[in-house]
């Protein structure tokens, strides 16, 4: 059975007040149509089909090659919306999923599940629906006495009966796809105007064909986002969902009503996340690390057994059994190798710290390669910027920079070379050489064991 996925985007989401298209807003660092988009993905095995309308262009270069996309110009209901995708999927699928761009909450695995009972049926209409005492707007689902499934009712147009019934539809449906493209072209219009896949329920029954549901009761995944209160709901619950699985994984968060997980982010077991932590972005952490509290890490690889406290990361790269914190900064192009130390106001910039490395605090380091087992003594600053060009400072291995070092890029510092404190380094410093004063010289030669 082949089937593809139509997802709808061309609403104007004029209730979330924004100059931003709404399927775009995002949730967990991913525009909310991208959860759609990937769980239809999934589900059906093939790229689905969007049908954008409002801002068509600054959708889909937003989300690019996750779709096809179809333009549905002017916006004439969700029927007519569905319809625009038939010339890309006449001929190609049997079976038609219909989802919404603004559902991010909605499962692969009752996508799936909505596939298979239509699969078994034998019904032209499958329909997602959740029972649940809110009926946040949704229409209801009218069954006969046979508790067979025979119109749907929207809200607005219910009787007393009818409001009373707690069965909803979701507007997510399966459809045969011959008879789908047939029924769209005789759906009536409406008095605003609009054709609606609604009216799809009706007609199906109506012909004989059959329609048959499958009700969930999960009603998180059926949050539907027209406003900026929806969008919190949908986040939070998604939040939650992605916590719980993260501690199912064998993840310790401490407290996951103030940890802030985003999708793309990995972790490895053992792991300790404090609460008041950030990760975000494609962030890789591994096993038996501790994590927070207080800290942000961004698109960033921290390796195994790692202390991170009240830290910010940036785009850096962290190896095994660093500690870092509290209030230290990693920003872009920072790699501390394995065993480095940063003390507490440290801040490190594009620049390489070799293993065993130890940077004292309220020291920044700046277009700088540091050696192994070099000690940065606190309130060490690279001077790396001339106002036009940033320049760099090497540090071989074994180096001792006293505290207070200014080192005035570019300049290089040999190995097992010393400074004294409060030193400001205009010049190349020989290996095994000890320079201190203002500007720095060069007093003495060091032994290999001093």
Known sequence: MTIHAVVLAAGQGTRMRSSMPKVLHPILGQPLAAYALEAARLATGSTPVMVVGHQAEEVQKALGASADYVVQEPQLGT???VLQAEPLLKGKSEVVLVTYADMPLLTVDTLKQ??????SGCCAVTMLTMIAEDPRGFGRVVRDTEGRVQAIVEEASATPEQLAIRELNTGVYCFDADWLWHALKEVKVSPKGEYYLTDLAGMAVTENKGVQALAINETSEMIGINNRIHLWEAENAMRARINRSWMLEGVT?????????????TIGRDTVI?????????????ESCVIGPNTIIRSTKVGRDCTIEASVLESALVEDDVEMGPFAHLRKGAHLASGVHMGNFGEVKNS?????????HFSYLGDANIGTNVNIGAGTITCNFDGVKKHPTE??????????????????IGEGARTGAGSVVTKNIEPYTLAVGVPARAIRKLEKHD
């Open 352 to 360: 390489y710290l070799g293993p065993g490395t130890k940077m004292g």
């Open 79 to 81: 029927g007519h919306a």
């Open 253 to 265: 968060i401490i407290d996951p009503n103030m940890t802030y997980i985003e999708s793309g982010v």
């Open 274 to 286: 404090w609460p008041n932590c950030y990760l975000q972005g494609n962030t890789e952490i591994g």
């Open 114 to 119: 909505l596939i298979d009972v239509h699969h």
């Open 395 to 412: 540090i071989g291995e074994n180096a001792f920079i006293g505290s207070d070092t200014m080192l005035v890029a570019p300049v290089k």
